[in-house]
């Protein structure tokens, strides 16, 4: 025990590291506070200091408890502030501590790497970017910031966090980690027993997994547990041979760019996107329209890889993988998602020292969760590291990646065993009613018009002028006596309502499957506008007045732009 305390370095007691107050980056609830935590850049050599962001919210509950919870994002250079609203309102007797990683995005310095981010946004592009020389060009540059890239690895995060609990002044507290944090928090748990009351871990990914040699049959395994294990490798055979081109945005630069997409490509964003639950529940209509050729679907694809870029400091990101994961995989078989080549390749050209594995035990007591369709911590790994754990607790969720976020069964749990970590489990939850449904395609219609028109809202106006036209043609029918026109507007208005309850039905239990089309029975409805244009010409053919020319036109034109774009 007495090696693995000093595997993490622990701040002189007696002089506690200082904090500073800050304003707070992010919104957070009343009776938070922001600040820095000033801690060496590396512990075992003197020099420069950093700057550790942290929120702290006061939980004001008549009887609050006197240990907090302490919460840090995975990632690795995951941010960690934005949540202390809501870890506030899953432990409201108890205050809240959120502590971003040195490096990361609120901390002082940022360790953002955009030549690495731009490199690999070019793995879209043909021909393909060099990342190892971009990863050489932000290391020289950071380098030029007096940036000492080994100091920034689990050993001083972890450090980081034994050192924020002495600085605010708590005898103990909670911890809780998720994804690349669970790494972490073991690590304080060890190194600071006395610190610590109880560990929340989810997602684990301890140290003894080699995430890289496991990650293409973990992304096979999740396709398989979602049923669409035959359509995930037709979708790829058929993208590899014949890659698509599709139009996507560069969040970096700003502008747009055509990113050709193989199999292997489509096989990677996925992997990503796959944590998050509201796209692995639209995952078996997505994978399957795509195995079916419906090449639209890729767009909100090719985006999300932009919007991956930007979420993380690619920095931190690297210079932790580089120390802590890379060296312990042995890359014997080339995989298919280039996220994980290219991690390779970034940590080939920074030649960063090999960190010393900690092993680490907790001795407080160890509650482990982790979802059923997790690709990157799946419980075949994450279970089996827990019941190494002396009288650690496994369960498992339906759902994806950090399943505290969308299971509420998750976060009920969680809290009591926060509340009572020795107690005996109560009777299992009930079914879990924030998971959102899954998207099969025999329910689907499949279409990318939706997701355009959720990022150009002005695309709908044609269904709109529609319902506008029929709305006047019911009422001006009705007024005048004119049977013909009245039905042909109140068939407009049937059409228009249906179709719009119908969607925002579907975006109401999951946004994300408007990015795949929308419910099958829009086909059914359609019939419905046919009738409403259709008497829209029969009353201009008895009555051949401007306002049903205008009718007759918006039905026919919107009955082209229906047939033609939307669906």
Not at 246 to 261: E, I, K, N, S, W
Request: net charge neutral; glycine share 8%.
């Amino acid at each position: 025990m007495l090696a693995l305390a000093l595997s993490v370095p622990l701040p002189m007691r007696d002089t506690p590291p200082p904090v500073e107050a800050a304003p707070c980056p992010v919104a957070v609830p009343e009776h938070t506070v922001c600040g820095f935590l000033a801690v060496p850049e590396r512990r075992d050599t003197p020099g420069r200091t950093v700057k550790v962001g942290y929120a702290v919210h006061t939980s004001t509950a008549p009887a609050r408890r006197p240990d907090p919870i302490v919460y840090m994002g995975g990632g690795p250079a995951s941010s960690s502030l934005q949540l202390t609203g809501f870890l506030s309102q899953m432990f409201p007797d108890r205050d809240v501590v959120t502590i971003e990683q040195r490096g990361g995005k609120y901390s002082r310095p940022v360790l953002g790497c955009p030549e690495t981010a731009e490199a690999m946004l070019g793995r879209l592009r043909r021909p393909r970017a060099d990342v190892a020389a971009a990863a050489r060009r932000c290391r020289a540059r950071l380098q030029e910031q007096g940036i000492d890239l080994r100091g920034y690895n689990t050993k001083e995060i972890a450090a980081d966090v034994v050192a924020l609990r002495q600085a605010l002044g708590y005898p103990s507290w909670n911890l809780f980690g998720v994804s690349y944090s669970t790494r972490v928090m073991t690590d304080v748990a060890a190194a600071d027993p006395e610190g610590v009351r109880a560990v929340v871990l989810d997602s684990f990914l301890p140290e003894s997994v080699a995430w890289y040699d496991d990650a293409d049959r973990n992304l096979r395994d999740t396709m398989a547990a979602l049923g669409t294990g035959d359509a995930f490798d037709r979708l790829v055979s058929r993208l590899n041979r014949a890659p698509a081109r599709v139009p996507a945005t560069d969040p970096l630069l700003g502008r747009p760019f055509t990113a050709t997409m193989s199999g292997d490509d489509v096989a990677t964003v996925l992997a990503e996107a796959l944590h998050e639950a509201d796209v692995s529940a639209v995952a078996p209509a997505l994978v399957g329209g795509l195995a079916e050729g419906h090449d639209e679907l890729l767009r909100p694809l090719a985006d999300a890889v932009g919007q991956g870029l930007v979420s993380h400091e690619f920095g931190l990101y690297h210079a932790v993988q580089c120390q802590d994961e890379v060296p312990f995989n042995t890359f014997t078989t080339r995989s298919r998602l280039f996220t994980v080549n290219v991690d390779k390749a970034v940590c080939d050209a920074w030649r960063l020292p090999k960190s010393t594995p900690v092993n680490a035990v907790p001795k407080a007591p160890v509650y482990v969760v982790g979802g059923d369709r997790d690709p990157t911590t799946p419980v075949r790994t994450a279970g089996a590291a827990a019941r190494a754990i002396p009288g650690a607790r496994f369960e498992t969720f339906r759902g994806s990646h950090a399943v505290f976020l969308t299971s509420a069964c998750a976060r009920k749990r969680i809290a009591e065993f926060v509340e009572t970590p020795d107690r005996a489990w109560p009777k299992p939850c009930e079914p879990d009613p924030a998971q959102p449904p899954t998207l099969r395609l025999a329910d689907t219609h499949v279409t990318g018009a939706p997701y355009l028109i959720s990022k150009a809202p002005w695309l709908a106006a044609p269904f709109g002028l529609f319902a506008l036209v029929s709305l006047v043609q019911l009422a001006a029918g009705a007024l005048r006596g004119r049977s013909v026109t009245a039905f042909a507007g109140l068939a407009g208005v049937a059409f228009a309502g249906l179709t719009g309850q119908a969607v925002y039905g579907m975006a109401e239990r999951n946004e994300t499957a408007l990015a795949v089309g929308v419910p099958g029975t829009i086909g059914l409805y359609t019939w419905i506008a046919v009738a409403s244009a259709v008497l829209s010409v029969a009353a201009l053919f008895h009555d051949r007045r401007w306002p049903h020319i205008v009718a007759a036109v918006a039905g026919a034109g919107f009955l082209v732009w229906w047939f033609t774009w939307f669906l």
